[in-house]
């Protein structure tokens, strides 16, 4: 039933995929430092519960597959619905995942990584970012809407996700990062001069760019029961690991903004 339903649900996340082509990286230039006067900073984690994913080293998984991280959050979250209303509550729970995340509770890298984050952007004084703001629900054009209704010199929107590679080896962490400019003299900087009526169509940003961190995951008897060790050991060794993550994803977010083009 769940094969035959994703199979009817994957023409629409790849039709709200296509979308939007892929925005290259852009930096901000350096002239246009000093027309920071305040950033509205986002971060949005709609992710609830940790994934199980293919070792980017392996494919394209470190990066959208076409147009933005926030299309696949919108495409992906479509087809969980579904998903998750065809689920039997008294199946048994077969896959290795579902153990460890009911094992780690309700556990919140979201609060985590907005903590981390946060405390990074505070520290680039000519960016003026206020207290980064956490969005959980997803909705369509919720950038545009966002900039509309904003007061300051630009917007700052930081979409985020995590996995597993499937071999349990290692933690991803994933950023996609827009700013968009909302003066005149900031948008002299964006990436394409254009007519569009969006304030933040992709090739509206002032600074775009993707990362992606990993930290390795050493839990010990993997081999042996993985699903029985998962359970047992698996949370706190990737609780750990999460913590790294937001650490790493966070100093790496600091570096590539204070970078000049």
């Not at 509550?89 to 946060?118: C, R, V, W």
Request: charged letters at 25%.
């Amino acid at each position: 039933m769940l094969q035959r339903l994703y199979l009817l649900i994957a023409p629409t996340l790849v039709f709200i995929l296509i979308a939007c082509a892929p925005t290259p990286q852009n930096h901000i230039d350096f002239g246009a430092r000093g027309y920071f006067e305040t950033v509205d900073a986002y971060l949005i984690v709609p992710q609830k519960k940790l994934d199980l994913r293919p070792d980017v080293s392996q494919s394209n998984s470190s990066t959208p597959a076409t147009g933005s991280l926030i299309s696949e959050f919108i495409a992906l979250g479509v087809m969980a619905n579904e998903i998750e209303k065809q689920k039997d509550p008294n199946a048994e729970k077969t896959t290795l995942l579902e153990p460890l995340q009911e094992s780690m509770g309700d556990y919140d890298f979201a609060e985590l990584l907005l903590e981390n984050i946060d405390s990074k952007l505070q520290r680039i004084h000519w960016l003026n970012a206020k207290d980064l703001i956490l969005i959980r629900d997803v909705e369509r054009n919720l950038y545009s809407k966002k900039c509309r209704s904003s007061s300051a010199s630009a917007n700052l929107f930081i979409a985020a996700d995590y996995w597993i590679s499937e071999d349990i080896s290692r933690l991803y962490t994933r950023a996609e990062l827009f700013m968009f400019p909302n003066t005149p003299e900031l948008s002299h900087f964006k990436a394409k001069q254009d007519d569009n009526n969006s304030p933040a169509n992709d090739t509206d940003n002032i600074y775009h760019n993707i990362l992606t961190v990993s930290v390795p995951l050493k839990i010990e008897g993997l081999v042996k029961n993985r699903t029985k060790i998962l359970a047992a050991n698996g949370a706190e060794k990737i609780k750990s690991a999460l913590t790294v993550a937001a650490e790493e994803v966070s100093a790496y977010i600091e570096r590539d903004i204070e970078i000049m083009d």
